[in-house]
């Protein structure tokens, strides 16, 4: 049975990775910082595959860390196991 911790880490991880890019940058001449879905959608291609890494980097975490949960698992059983002995 997952933890609490375990389920909602991937879920943090991809919100700081959202959050991280939708910060303003500096460099504008004249007026406030801003955010712009302009160059987003002039972009589409780049959109798309900007989510589709971002996408497949959440997968990839998740799949890591239900293998590394999958182990301690194991790891756990076989000592409740060897105590009984």
Same mark, same amino acid.
């Given at each position: 049975?997952?933890? @609490?911790?375990? =389920?909602?880490?991937?879920?943090?991880?991809?919100?700081? $990775?959202? @959050?991280? /890019? #939708?910060? $303003?940058?500096?460099? &504008?001449?004249?007026? /406030?910082?801003?955010?712009?879905?302009? &160059?987003? *959608?002039?972009?589409?291609?780049?959109?798309?595959?900007? $989510? *589709?890494?971002?996408? #497949?980097? $959440?997968? #990839?975490?998740?799949?890591?860390? %239900?293998? !590394? @949960? !999958? +182990? *301690? +698992? %194991?790891? *756990? +059983?076989? +000592? =409740?196991?060897? =105590? =009984? /002995?």
């Amino acid at each position: 049975m997952k933890n @609490a911790l375990l =389920r909602s880490l991937p879920f943090a991880c991809t919100f700081s $990775a959202l @959050a991280t /890019e #939708a910060f $303003a940058h500096p460099g &504008h001449d004249g007026h /406030e910082l801003t955010w712009d879905l302009g &160059h987003l *959608v002039s972009h589409p291609l780049a959109t798309l595959g900007c $989510a *589709v890494v971002l996408l #497949a980097g $959440a997968w #990839a975490v998740a799949q890591l860390l %239900e293998i !590394g @949960a !999958g +182990r *301690v +698992r %194991e790891v *756990v +059983r076989q +000592r =409740r196991s060897d =105590r =009984r /002995e």
